[in-house]
Each structure stands twice: as structure tokens, then as C-alpha cells.
């Protein structure tokens, strides 16, 4: 699994991908940190990707490196507003706290995959890894 979460810290940016009516959505997306094997990301609760998961929530992400190793990370969703880690965030990301201002943004949000399975592949002809968290 440290495979997974070392290539995830490196490329956090990738592609979430949820279910809107039936017809897939993929939009670019931030991999925030992994804590206590849940793997979190953040949004705005009036973003239709929100309410796209509180409809349907599963979810797969999926990062590629320069060297062409990728990770898919899919699971069950859970929300959370647990304002250290959002705290977290925003000490991290400058953006990310332009946008919301600070932890206590009614509209700023946590979803992280808690179980769910990663998978690891390249281009090298070797066989995908799987891990289950």
C-alpha cells in the first residue's frame, strides 16, 4: 500500500471521476493526505461534484507520474467536516485558502475513501498491484 500513498503524495493532481444521472463525470481534482488510512480530498458543498457524491457515493481517482506509474484510487465516499483537518488543508494550500478563507466556511467540506481498493500499474509489461485499505 505504501506504493499507492508514495505515488499519490507525488502527483496529487489527477481525475475524479462520480455518477451524475446516470452518465459518468471526470473533472481534474487535488489528492489532499492520507491520514489513519483514510485517503481525503476537499470540495464546496455547492459544487455539483458534491452533490453528485451525496447522490452516488463512490467515487475512483486516478494520478499519473512523469515516469508513467499510475494509481486508481476508488471507494466509498464519507463526508466530514472536521475542522483540524480542514485547518490542515488550508495551512498547505495557499488556493485552496484563498478560496474558502478558513475552516469555519459552512460551504467548504471534506469526502475521503476509507475502504476501498488502489491500484498501481506502469508500462512495464509487469502485472498491476492491488492493494485494499
Do not use: W
Not at 16 to 39: M, N, S, W, Y
Not at 95 to 121: C, K, Q, W
Amino acid at each position: 500500500m505504501q506504493e499507492a500513498i508514495t505515488l499519490l503524495q507525488a502527483n496529487r493532481s489527477g481525475f475524479l471521476a462520480t455518477v451524475d444521472a446516470g452518465q459518468p463525470r471526470v473533472r481534474p481534482f487535488q489528492f489532499q493526505f492520507v491520514e489513519q488510512g483514510k485517503f481525503y480530498f476537499c470540495t464546496a458543498k455547492s459544487k455539483d461534484v458534491y452533490k453528485q457524491l451525496q447522490t452516488a457515493p463512490t467515487t475512483e481517482f486516478s494520478v499519473t507520474s512523469p515516469k508513467m506509474e499510475t494509481v486508481r484510487l476508488r471507494g466509498a465516499v464519507k463526508f466530514s467536516d472536521d475542522r483540524q483537518l480542514k485547518q490542515r488543508i488550508l495551512d498547505n494550500e495557499p488556493m485552496i485558502r484563498s478560496i474558502y478563507g478558513n475552516a469555519d466556511n459552512p460551504n467548504f467540506t471534506l469526502f475521503y475513501l476509507e475502504h476501498g481498493e488502489a491500484i498501481v500499474f506502469d508500462f512495464s509489461g509487469n502485472p498491476p498491484r492491488q492493494y485494499t485499505f
